[in-house]
């Protein structure tokens, strides 16, 4: 197999790379534009002969045989992703229509990285994947709600229109090493802040949940979803919820009982509550997630306090 991920340079790209090479079969090929992956992610295969990684914006169009197209690419974490909110519409617009042009040429079958976002602030709880979602269309978040609801019409329109193989997964708050440092997600942030032994901040009320997915578990459920007979979308996500006040209390009971929890400004049109219905992924892709929150957190922890340089007290 020939396998081109995109966005493979990033977090759950560069984690995915990994499974991906240990199958002796597969070549790999990154193409990435370290928006807000790096290099350093993909670092142990750089050079390698079954592995290749290409500077390249998916809003140009790419030309390159491949057998599957894993479609990663564009910015997950909401400061990334609204700092050029034009940019995260043409990555999610241009970019997925041209790797489905790619996969049309090659007769490649392609998988969408899209996200529970498109639940928006859900009025259905928890989210199967029936739900059409409560979206906001103008507001600071719909470059990245609204652009991954129109890749999902391009990639299910270029497979009732050309025959393409698609692939969908509706992604929930995925979580582990390599995640960026100071990217404003919920869980680096914690973690970070408990190293550095600042206050953790918890975004107003506090009572706004989440459901935490850890990574490995993520890309299990990916190739497994490529490998499958079902198009999707269908969710990938740990259903174990938890509010964000209740995140920032185990993050401190784990990682620093000293550290003080803050609240603080939210910003606008936060989703109070998101849990997948993973009933449909248990049934088609014989997939649920194995880690729980309180085993996968100490595994980024070790992740950060490198990276960060602060060593465990003994
Ligand atoms: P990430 O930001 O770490 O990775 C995204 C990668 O895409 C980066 O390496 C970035 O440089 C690259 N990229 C961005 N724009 C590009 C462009 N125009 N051309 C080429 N490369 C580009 O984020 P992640 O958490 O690894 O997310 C990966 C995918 O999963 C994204 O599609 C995201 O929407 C989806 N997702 C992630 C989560 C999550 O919790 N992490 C949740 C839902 C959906
Ligand atoms: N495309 C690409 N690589 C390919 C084939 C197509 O990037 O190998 C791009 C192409 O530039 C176009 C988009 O994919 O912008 C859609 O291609 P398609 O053939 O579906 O549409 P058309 O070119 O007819 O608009
Ligand atoms: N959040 C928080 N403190 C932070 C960062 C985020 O309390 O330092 C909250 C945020 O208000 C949201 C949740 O954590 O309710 C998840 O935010 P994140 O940006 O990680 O992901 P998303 O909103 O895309 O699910």
Not at 15 to 35: C, G, P, S, T
Not at 199 to 215: A, E, I, M, N
Not at 223 to 233: A, H, S, V, Y
């Amino acid at each position: 197999m020939r396998i081109l991920v995109t966005g493979g340079a990033g977090f759950i790209g560069s984690h995915l790379v990994d499974r991906l090479m240990e199958n002796e079969k597969n070549e790999v090929i990154v193409a990435d534009n370290y928006f807000t992956g790096c290099k350093d992610n993909l670092r142990k295969w750089i050079g390698h002969p079954r592995f290749e990684l290409i500077r390249h914006d998916v809003t140009e169009p790419l030309l390159v045989e491949v057998d599957q197209i894993y479609h990663l690419a564009c910015p997950a974490s909401p400061i990334f992703y609204k700092y050029n909110p034009v940019k995260t519409i043409k990555t999610n617009v241009i970019g997925t229509l041209n790797m489905l042009g790619l996969a049309k040429r090659v007769g490649a079958r392609i998988l969408l990285t899209s996200t529970s976002e498109v639940y928006g602030d859900p009025l259905v709880h928890p989210q199967p994947e029936s739900y059409w979602g409560n979206v906001n269309p103008i507001g600071v978040r719909s470059c990245y709600d609204e652009g991954k609801r129109v890749a999902e019409t391009l990639m299910f329109d270029y497979h009732r229109q050309h025959g393409i193989e698609i692939r969908i997964a509706r992604i929930f708050n995925t979580y582990g090493p390599r995640m960026n440092i100071d990217d404003g997600r919920v869980v680096s942030n914690f973690i970070a802040q408990a190293l550095r032994g600042e206050p953790l901040t918890v975004q107003k009320p506090g009572t706004q949940t989440r459901s935490f997915c850890y990574v490995s578990d993520m890309v299990d459920g990916l190739i497994r979803l490529m490998e499958g007979e079902n198009t999707g979308p269908i969710n990938i996500g740990n259903p174990g919820e938890f509010t964000m006040t209740e995140l920032a209390e185990t993050v401190k009971e784990l990682i620093n009982p000293g550290v003080e929890i803050n609240m603080v400004e939210n910003t606008p049109d936060d989703p109070r509550q998101r849990k997948p219905d993973i009933t449909n992924t248990k049934a088609l892709l014989g997939w649920e997630p194995k880690v729980k929150l309180r085993d996968g957190l100490p595994l980024m922890e070790e992740d950060f306090r490198q990276r960060l340089g602060v060593a465990k007290k003994k």
